[in-house]
Protein backbone atom coordinates (compact mmCIF):
# COMPACT_ATOMS: atom_id res chain seq x y z
CA UNK A 1 0.00 0.00 0.00
CA UNK A 2 1.34 3.41 -0.59
CA UNK A 3 0.40 6.94 0.48
CA UNK A 4 -1.61 9.31 -1.54
CA UNK A 5 0.47 10.48 -4.35
CA UNK A 6 0.74 14.26 -4.43
CA UNK A 7 2.26 16.55 -7.01
CA UNK A 8 5.63 16.23 -7.17
CA UNK A 9 7.32 18.46 -9.79
CA UNK A 10 10.87 17.22 -9.14
CA UNK A 11 10.35 12.99 -8.90
CA UNK A 12 11.10 11.38 -12.25
CA UNK A 13 8.32 9.48 -13.81
CA UNK A 14 8.94 5.62 -14.90
CA UNK A 15 9.90 6.39 -17.95
CA UNK A 16 12.73 8.81 -16.28
CA UNK A 17 10.72 12.06 -17.71
CA UNK A 18 10.76 14.56 -14.96
CA UNK A 19 7.30 15.27 -14.00
CA UNK A 20 7.77 18.88 -14.28
CA UNK A 21 7.97 18.24 -18.08
CA UNK A 22 4.69 16.10 -18.34
CA UNK A 23 2.96 18.71 -16.42
CA UNK A 24 4.18 21.43 -18.75
CA UNK A 25 3.04 19.27 -21.76
CA UNK A 26 -0.64 20.13 -20.99
CA UNK A 27 0.53 23.64 -20.91
CA UNK A 28 1.43 23.56 -23.38
CA UNK A 29 -1.57 21.57 -25.09
CA UNK A 30 -3.77 24.45 -23.68
CA UNK A 31 -1.49 27.09 -25.93
CA UNK A 32 -1.59 25.66 -28.98
CA UNK A 33 -4.97 25.15 -29.11
CA UNK A 34 -5.26 28.11 -28.23
CA UNK A 35 -3.10 29.30 -31.23
CA UNK A 36 -5.28 27.01 -33.15
CA UNK A 37 -8.54 28.71 -32.58
CA UNK A 38 -6.79 31.93 -32.76
CA UNK A 39 -6.40 31.17 -36.79
CA UNK A 40 -2.60 30.36 -36.40
CA UNK A 41 -1.42 26.83 -38.22
CA UNK A 42 2.56 27.60 -37.00
CA UNK A 43 3.95 28.68 -33.80
CA UNK A 44 7.19 28.51 -32.49
CA UNK A 45 8.85 27.47 -29.21
CA UNK A 46 9.66 31.77 -28.27
CA UNK A 47 6.18 32.62 -28.94
CA UNK A 48 4.73 28.83 -26.89
CA UNK A 49 6.51 29.90 -23.91
CA UNK A 50 6.05 33.62 -24.01
CA UNK A 51 2.38 33.48 -22.38
CA UNK A 52 2.80 30.60 -20.16
CA UNK A 53 6.03 32.44 -19.31
CA UNK A 54 8.99 29.80 -20.10
CA UNK A 55 12.15 30.85 -22.42
CA UNK A 56 12.00 29.47 -25.52
CA UNK A 57 14.69 26.99 -24.31
CA UNK A 58 12.35 25.51 -21.95
CA UNK A 59 10.09 24.73 -24.41
CA UNK A 60 12.69 23.34 -26.95
CA UNK A 61 14.00 20.82 -24.36
CA UNK A 62 10.87 19.65 -22.76
CA UNK A 63 9.78 18.34 -26.34
CA UNK A 64 13.30 17.09 -26.73
CA UNK A 65 12.34 14.58 -24.07
CA UNK A 66 9.98 12.51 -26.71
CA UNK A 67 11.07 13.60 -30.45
CA UNK A 68 11.91 16.33 -32.73
CA UNK A 69 9.52 18.33 -33.43
CA UNK A 70 9.66 21.53 -34.84
CA UNK A 71 10.34 22.13 -38.90
CA UNK A 72 13.54 24.70 -39.57
CA UNK A 73 12.23 27.92 -40.95
CA UNK A 74 8.14 27.38 -39.71
CA UNK A 75 8.52 26.32 -36.08
CA UNK A 76 6.16 24.13 -35.11
CA UNK A 77 3.14 22.98 -37.05
CA UNK A 78 0.05 23.10 -34.31
CA UNK A 79 -2.15 20.70 -35.45
CA UNK A 80 0.85 18.43 -35.60
CA UNK A 81 2.36 19.32 -32.20
CA UNK A 82 -1.38 19.00 -30.96
CA UNK A 83 -1.44 15.62 -31.91
CA UNK A 84 1.76 14.90 -30.81
CA UNK A 85 1.29 15.61 -27.00
CA UNK A 86 -1.85 13.97 -27.06
CA UNK A 87 -0.13 10.75 -27.69
CA UNK A 88 2.63 11.36 -25.39
CA UNK A 89 -0.11 11.87 -22.56
CA UNK A 90 -2.13 9.03 -23.75
CA UNK A 91 -4.65 11.58 -24.56
CA UNK A 92 -5.23 11.09 -28.24
CA UNK A 93 -7.72 7.93 -27.54
CA UNK A 94 -11.19 8.56 -25.38
CA UNK A 95 -10.93 7.98 -21.79
CA UNK A 96 -13.92 6.92 -20.33
CA UNK A 97 -14.27 8.52 -16.41
CA UNK A 98 -16.75 7.93 -13.36
CA UNK A 99 -17.48 9.93 -10.99
CA UNK A 100 -18.24 9.07 -6.95
CA UNK A 101 -20.31 11.33 -5.31
CA UNK A 102 -23.07 13.27 -7.14
CA UNK A 103 -23.21 16.12 -4.23
CA UNK A 104 -22.68 19.93 -5.49
CA UNK A 105 -18.50 18.89 -6.58
CA UNK A 106 -19.93 15.46 -8.29
CA UNK A 107 -22.66 17.69 -10.05
CA UNK A 108 -19.75 20.43 -10.99
CA UNK A 109 -17.72 17.88 -11.98
CA UNK A 110 -20.23 16.25 -14.49
CA UNK A 111 -21.31 19.74 -15.83
CA UNK A 112 -17.62 20.81 -16.22
CA UNK A 113 -17.49 21.68 -20.16
CA UNK A 114 -13.73 21.38 -19.91
CA UNK A 115 -12.63 17.33 -19.96
CA UNK A 116 -14.74 16.69 -23.30
CA UNK A 117 -12.62 18.57 -25.46
CA UNK A 118 -9.20 17.06 -23.75
CA UNK A 119 -10.66 13.23 -24.57
CA UNK A 120 -11.93 12.77 -21.04
CA UNK A 121 -16.17 11.17 -21.14
CA UNK A 122 -18.24 11.45 -17.91
CA UNK A 123 -19.97 7.75 -18.57
CA UNK A 124 -21.11 7.34 -15.16
CA UNK A 125 -21.72 8.53 -11.58
CA UNK A 126 -22.50 6.99 -8.57
CA UNK A 127 -24.03 7.89 -5.36
CA UNK A 128 -25.43 6.08 -2.17
CA UNK A 129 -28.56 8.19 -1.99
CA UNK A 130 -31.04 5.96 -3.51
CA UNK A 131 -33.38 9.17 -4.55
CA UNK A 132 -30.83 9.73 -7.04
CA UNK A 133 -29.78 6.73 -8.66
CA UNK A 134 -31.36 6.15 -11.98
CA UNK A 135 -31.67 10.11 -12.33
CA UNK A 136 -29.65 11.35 -15.47
CA UNK A 137 -27.63 14.83 -14.64
CA UNK A 138 -26.30 16.44 -17.46
CA UNK A 139 -27.19 13.40 -19.33
CA UNK A 140 -24.91 11.13 -17.24
CA UNK A 141 -26.31 7.86 -15.64
CA UNK A 142 -26.48 8.12 -11.82
CA UNK A 143 -25.89 4.06 -10.17
CA UNK A 144 -26.17 2.86 -6.93
CA UNK A 145 -22.78 2.08 -5.51
CA UNK A 146 -23.23 -1.67 -5.87
CA UNK A 147 -23.55 -1.23 -8.98
CA UNK A 148 -19.51 0.16 -9.49
CA UNK A 149 -18.09 -3.16 -10.09
CA UNK A 150 -19.96 -3.97 -13.08
CA UNK A 151 -20.57 -0.71 -14.29
CA UNK A 152 -16.72 0.18 -14.22
CA UNK A 153 -16.16 -3.03 -16.10
CA UNK A 154 -18.85 -3.01 -18.60
CA UNK A 155 -17.35 0.45 -19.69
CA UNK A 156 -14.43 -0.37 -19.68
CA UNK A 157 -13.43 3.01 -17.20
CA UNK A 158 -10.47 3.40 -16.27
CA UNK A 159 -9.79 7.04 -14.27
CA UNK A 160 -12.49 7.76 -11.32
CA UNK A 161 -12.54 10.84 -9.55
CA UNK A 162 -13.77 10.87 -5.94
CA UNK A 163 -16.25 13.95 -5.15
CA UNK A 164 -17.12 12.13 -1.58
CA UNK A 165 -17.08 13.72 2.08
CA UNK A 166 -13.97 13.15 3.25
CA UNK A 167 -15.09 10.44 5.90
CA UNK A 168 -16.52 8.60 3.06
CA UNK A 169 -13.19 8.78 0.76
CA UNK A 170 -11.36 5.98 1.64
CA UNK A 171 -14.19 3.46 1.08
CA UNK A 172 -14.94 4.74 -2.06
CA UNK A 173 -11.50 4.36 -3.45
CA UNK A 174 -10.90 0.37 -2.02
CA UNK A 175 -14.48 -0.30 -3.79
CA UNK A 176 -13.00 1.72 -7.08
CA UNK A 177 -9.95 0.19 -6.68
CA UNK A 178 -11.53 -3.31 -6.50
CA UNK A 179 -13.27 -2.79 -9.72
CA UNK A 180 -9.91 -2.69 -11.35
CA UNK A 181 -9.98 1.38 -11.65
CA UNK A 182 -6.15 2.62 -12.64
CA UNK A 183 -6.13 6.09 -11.45
CA UNK A 184 -7.77 8.31 -9.48
CA UNK A 185 -8.54 12.03 -8.85
CA UNK A 186 -9.43 12.46 -5.14
CA UNK A 187 -11.48 16.22 -4.01
CA UNK A 188 -12.12 14.65 -0.67
CA UNK A 189 -9.63 16.69 1.54
CA UNK A 190 -8.53 13.67 3.17
CA UNK A 191 -5.31 11.31 2.41
CA UNK A 192 -6.18 8.00 1.66
CA UNK A 193 -4.58 4.79 0.97
CA UNK A 194 -4.42 2.16 -2.23
CA UNK A 195 -2.61 -0.64 -3.90
CA UNK A 196 0.51 0.39 -5.58
CA UNK A 197 -1.13 -0.37 -9.02
CA UNK A 198 -3.34 2.37 -8.78
CA UNK A 199 -2.23 5.59 -9.62
CA UNK A 200 -3.55 9.04 -7.75
CA UNK A 201 -3.78 12.89 -7.65
CA UNK A 202 -4.91 14.23 -4.55
CA UNK A 203 -6.62 17.64 -5.31
CA UNK A 204 -6.75 20.38 -2.46
CA UNK A 205 -8.16 23.33 -3.54
CA UNK A 206 -6.88 25.05 -0.23
CA UNK A 207 -3.09 25.06 -1.98
CA UNK A 208 -4.63 27.32 -4.81
CA UNK A 209 -5.49 29.88 -2.57
CA UNK A 210 -2.22 29.69 -0.58
CA UNK A 211 0.08 29.98 -2.66
CA UNK A 212 -1.91 32.80 -4.28
CA UNK A 213 -1.81 34.40 -1.01
CA UNK A 214 1.91 34.22 -1.00
CA UNK A 215 1.87 35.98 -4.76
CA UNK A 216 -0.23 38.34 -3.19
CA UNK A 217 1.89 38.94 0.11
CA UNK A 218 5.80 38.97 -1.83
CA UNK A 219 3.84 41.21 -4.96
CA UNK A 220 2.78 43.87 -1.90
CA UNK A 221 6.21 43.77 -0.01
CA UNK A 222 8.07 44.54 -3.63
CA UNK A 223 5.86 47.74 -4.60
CA UNK B 1 -2.81 43.93 -18.85
CA UNK B 2 -1.20 40.33 -18.95
CA UNK B 3 -2.78 37.20 -19.53
CA UNK B 4 -3.91 34.88 -16.92
CA UNK B 5 -0.66 33.65 -15.09
CA UNK B 6 -1.17 29.59 -15.19
CA UNK B 7 0.94 27.57 -13.07
CA UNK B 8 4.90 27.60 -14.32
CA UNK B 9 7.27 25.58 -11.16
CA UNK B 10 10.11 26.76 -13.15
CA UNK B 11 9.97 30.46 -13.03
CA UNK B 12 11.20 33.00 -10.01
CA UNK B 13 8.78 34.59 -7.68
CA UNK B 14 9.42 38.57 -7.26
CA UNK B 15 11.73 37.12 -4.46
CA UNK B 16 13.66 35.14 -6.42
CA UNK B 17 12.43 31.91 -4.30
CA UNK B 18 11.39 29.33 -7.50
CA UNK B 19 7.70 28.95 -7.68
CA UNK B 20 8.18 24.63 -7.27
CA UNK B 21 9.67 25.85 -3.80
CA UNK B 22 6.40 27.54 -2.73
CA UNK B 23 4.59 25.31 -4.04
CA UNK B 24 5.95 22.51 -2.15
CA UNK B 25 6.19 24.76 1.01
CA UNK B 26 2.01 23.89 0.63
CA UNK B 27 2.97 20.15 0.90
CA UNK B 28 5.27 20.19 3.43
CA UNK B 29 2.72 22.13 5.91
CA UNK B 30 0.23 19.54 4.95
CA UNK B 31 2.15 16.94 5.50
CA UNK B 32 3.47 18.42 9.17
CA UNK B 33 -0.37 19.03 10.18
CA UNK B 34 -0.62 14.76 9.28
CA UNK B 35 2.67 14.54 11.25
CA UNK B 36 1.28 16.64 14.53
CA UNK B 37 -2.33 14.98 13.91
CA UNK B 38 -0.80 11.37 14.45
CA UNK B 39 0.64 13.02 18.10
CA UNK B 40 4.21 13.16 16.66
CA UNK B 41 5.64 16.41 18.07
CA UNK B 42 8.82 16.45 15.89
CA UNK B 43 9.99 15.37 12.49
CA UNK B 44 13.13 14.87 10.09
CA UNK B 45 13.79 16.18 6.61
CA UNK B 46 13.87 12.46 5.84
CA UNK B 47 10.65 11.49 7.43
CA UNK B 48 8.88 15.09 5.66
CA UNK B 49 10.30 13.64 2.21
CA UNK B 50 9.67 10.29 2.02
CA UNK B 51 5.67 10.84 1.74
CA UNK B 52 5.70 12.82 -0.73
CA UNK B 53 8.19 11.41 -2.87
CA UNK B 54 10.87 14.08 -2.00
CA UNK B 55 14.64 13.20 -0.54
CA UNK B 56 15.80 14.72 2.46
CA UNK B 57 18.30 17.07 0.75
CA UNK B 58 15.37 18.41 -1.14
CA UNK B 59 13.35 19.43 1.88
CA UNK B 60 16.30 20.77 3.87
CA UNK B 61 17.47 22.47 0.34
CA UNK B 62 14.08 24.44 0.06
CA UNK B 63 13.73 24.88 3.31
CA UNK B 64 16.66 27.12 3.52
CA UNK B 65 15.34 29.33 1.25
CA UNK B 66 13.30 30.84 4.70
CA UNK B 67 15.69 29.97 7.45
CA UNK B 68 17.21 27.73 9.44
CA UNK B 69 14.42 25.29 10.99
CA UNK B 70 15.89 22.09 12.46
CA UNK B 71 17.32 21.24 15.69
CA UNK B 72 20.26 19.11 15.32
CA UNK B 73 19.56 16.00 17.02
CA UNK B 74 15.70 16.98 16.88
CA UNK B 75 14.68 17.73 13.39
CA UNK B 76 12.03 20.30 13.24
CA UNK B 77 9.60 20.35 15.39
CA UNK B 78 6.43 20.43 13.99
CA UNK B 79 4.27 23.18 15.65
CA UNK B 80 7.09 25.54 14.97
CA UNK B 81 7.60 24.96 11.64
CA UNK B 82 4.16 24.81 10.59
CA UNK B 83 4.00 28.46 11.99
CA UNK B 84 6.76 29.20 10.20
CA UNK B 85 5.71 27.88 6.66
CA UNK B 86 2.35 29.68 7.60
CA UNK B 87 4.26 32.93 7.87
CA UNK B 88 5.90 32.35 4.65
CA UNK B 89 2.58 31.26 2.70
CA UNK B 90 1.08 34.41 4.66
CA UNK B 91 -1.55 32.36 5.78
CA UNK B 92 -0.48 32.96 9.52
CA UNK B 93 -3.61 35.39 9.80
CA UNK B 94 -7.11 35.33 8.21
CA UNK B 95 -8.20 35.84 4.72
CA UNK B 96 -11.57 36.58 3.90
CA UNK B 97 -12.33 35.17 0.74
CA UNK B 98 -15.52 36.05 -2.27
CA UNK B 99 -16.75 33.30 -4.36
CA UNK B 100 -18.27 34.64 -7.52
CA UNK B 101 -21.24 31.94 -9.14
CA UNK B 102 -22.99 29.64 -6.88
CA UNK B 103 -24.14 27.20 -9.17
CA UNK B 104 -22.79 23.79 -8.72
CA UNK B 105 -19.04 24.44 -8.50
CA UNK B 106 -19.44 27.84 -6.48
CA UNK B 107 -21.50 26.20 -3.61
CA UNK B 108 -18.98 22.87 -4.08
CA UNK B 109 -16.68 25.64 -2.63
CA UNK B 110 -18.77 27.62 -0.44
CA UNK B 111 -18.77 23.98 1.68
CA UNK B 112 -15.66 22.62 1.04
CA UNK B 113 -14.09 21.83 4.41
CA UNK B 114 -10.31 22.28 3.21
CA UNK B 115 -10.14 26.12 3.23
CA UNK B 116 -11.24 27.24 6.84
CA UNK B 117 -7.86 25.56 8.73
CA UNK B 118 -5.26 26.59 5.83
CA UNK B 119 -6.80 30.53 7.10
CA UNK B 120 -9.40 31.39 4.17
CA UNK B 121 -12.49 32.26 5.41
CA UNK B 122 -15.03 32.85 2.68
CA UNK B 123 -16.72 35.79 3.76
CA UNK B 124 -19.18 36.38 0.68
CA UNK B 125 -20.86 34.76 -2.21
CA UNK B 126 -22.05 36.75 -5.34
CA UNK B 127 -24.26 36.08 -8.15
CA UNK B 128 -26.28 36.91 -11.07
CA UNK B 129 -29.37 35.20 -10.60
CA UNK B 130 -31.74 37.34 -8.19
CA UNK B 131 -33.43 34.39 -6.73
CA UNK B 132 -30.33 33.40 -5.06
CA UNK B 133 -29.33 36.96 -3.77
CA UNK B 134 -30.41 37.55 0.29
CA UNK B 135 -30.22 33.57 0.99
CA UNK B 136 -27.76 32.01 3.00
CA UNK B 137 -25.55 29.07 1.44
CA UNK B 138 -23.23 26.89 4.28
CA UNK B 139 -24.43 29.91 6.63
CA UNK B 140 -22.63 32.42 3.89
CA UNK B 141 -24.34 35.62 2.64
CA UNK B 142 -25.41 35.62 -1.16
CA UNK B 143 -25.25 39.13 -2.48
CA UNK B 144 -26.23 40.44 -5.85
CA UNK B 145 -22.94 41.98 -8.35
CA UNK B 146 -23.72 45.26 -8.14
CA UNK B 147 -22.92 44.93 -4.46
CA UNK B 148 -19.73 43.49 -4.94
CA UNK B 149 -17.50 46.64 -4.93
CA UNK B 150 -19.10 47.46 -1.27
CA UNK B 151 -18.94 44.24 0.13
CA UNK B 152 -15.55 43.04 -0.98
CA UNK B 153 -14.03 46.34 0.62
CA UNK B 154 -16.19 46.65 3.56
CA UNK B 155 -14.75 43.23 4.67
CA UNK B 156 -11.30 43.60 3.65
CA UNK B 157 -11.77 40.42 1.13
CA UNK B 158 -8.09 40.81 -0.86
CA UNK B 159 -8.83 37.05 -2.73
CA UNK B 160 -11.68 35.66 -5.03
CA UNK B 161 -12.77 32.68 -6.33
CA UNK B 162 -14.64 32.61 -10.13
CA UNK B 163 -16.84 29.72 -10.31
CA UNK B 164 -19.20 31.44 -13.05
CA UNK B 165 -19.84 29.65 -16.97
CA UNK B 166 -16.76 30.49 -18.98
CA UNK B 167 -18.57 33.33 -21.16
CA UNK B 168 -19.01 35.24 -17.52
CA UNK B 169 -15.56 34.71 -16.21
CA UNK B 170 -14.14 37.99 -17.79
CA UNK B 171 -16.65 40.30 -16.95
CA UNK B 172 -16.53 39.18 -13.36
CA UNK B 173 -12.67 39.15 -13.47
CA UNK B 174 -12.89 42.77 -14.39
CA UNK B 175 -15.53 43.72 -11.46
CA UNK B 176 -12.95 41.90 -9.04
CA UNK B 177 -9.79 43.79 -10.26
CA UNK B 178 -11.87 47.18 -10.16
CA UNK B 179 -12.60 46.17 -6.28
CA UNK B 180 -9.39 45.95 -5.09
CA UNK B 181 -8.94 42.00 -5.37
CA UNK B 182 -5.85 41.32 -5.55
CA UNK B 183 -5.72 37.63 -6.46
CA UNK B 184 -8.07 35.81 -7.96
CA UNK B 185 -8.20 31.76 -8.49
CA UNK B 186 -10.33 30.98 -12.15
CA UNK B 187 -12.31 27.82 -12.20
CA UNK B 188 -13.99 28.86 -15.64
CA UNK B 189 -11.75 26.71 -18.57
CA UNK B 190 -11.46 29.72 -20.51
CA UNK B 191 -8.01 32.42 -20.58
CA UNK B 192 -8.91 35.76 -18.67
CA UNK B 193 -7.35 39.06 -18.68
CA UNK B 194 -6.22 41.21 -15.71
CA UNK B 195 -4.92 43.96 -14.83
CA UNK B 196 -0.54 43.34 -13.71
CA UNK B 197 -1.38 44.03 -10.14
CA UNK B 198 -3.56 41.05 -9.40
CA UNK B 199 -2.72 37.74 -8.99
CA UNK B 200 -4.19 35.03 -10.90
CA UNK B 201 -4.24 31.09 -10.75
CA UNK B 202 -6.36 29.29 -13.21
CA UNK B 203 -7.71 26.05 -12.70
CA UNK B 204 -7.94 23.54 -15.31
CA UNK B 205 -9.07 20.58 -13.24
CA UNK B 206 -8.94 18.77 -16.86
CA UNK B 207 -4.95 19.05 -16.18
CA UNK B 208 -5.40 16.98 -13.66
CA UNK B 209 -6.89 13.70 -15.50
CA UNK B 210 -4.37 14.38 -18.14
CA UNK B 211 -1.41 14.40 -15.92
CA UNK B 212 -3.27 10.74 -14.56
CA UNK B 213 -3.79 9.21 -17.70
CA UNK B 214 -0.22 9.80 -18.41
CA UNK B 215 1.13 8.15 -15.22
CA UNK B 216 -1.47 5.05 -15.85
CA UNK B 217 0.03 4.87 -19.80
CA UNK B 218 3.46 4.83 -18.90
CA UNK B 219 2.91 2.22 -15.71
CA UNK B 220 1.18 -0.01 -17.43
CA UNK B 221 3.68 -0.04 -20.69
CA UNK B 222 6.45 -0.91 -17.80
CA UNK B 223 4.54 -3.52 -16.38
Redesign the interface.
Known sequence: MT?S???????L???QVP??V??????Y??ELQ?VLRDGHETTSSTQLGA????TDA?VRKDLAYFGQFGYPGIGYRCEELILAIRR????DHD?P?AIVGT???G???L?????GN???RIAAAFDVDHAKVGERIEDIPVYQMDELDNVVRANRI??G?IAVP?SAAQIVADLLADAGI????NFA?V?ITIPK?V?M?G?????????????????????
Chains 1, 2 share one sequence.
Open positions: DKRKNPESTEGKAVSRLSLLRHRLGFQILGTWVGNLRALGYKGFQGFRLMAEGIVPTRRIVDLAIELEQLAFAVVNQSQNT
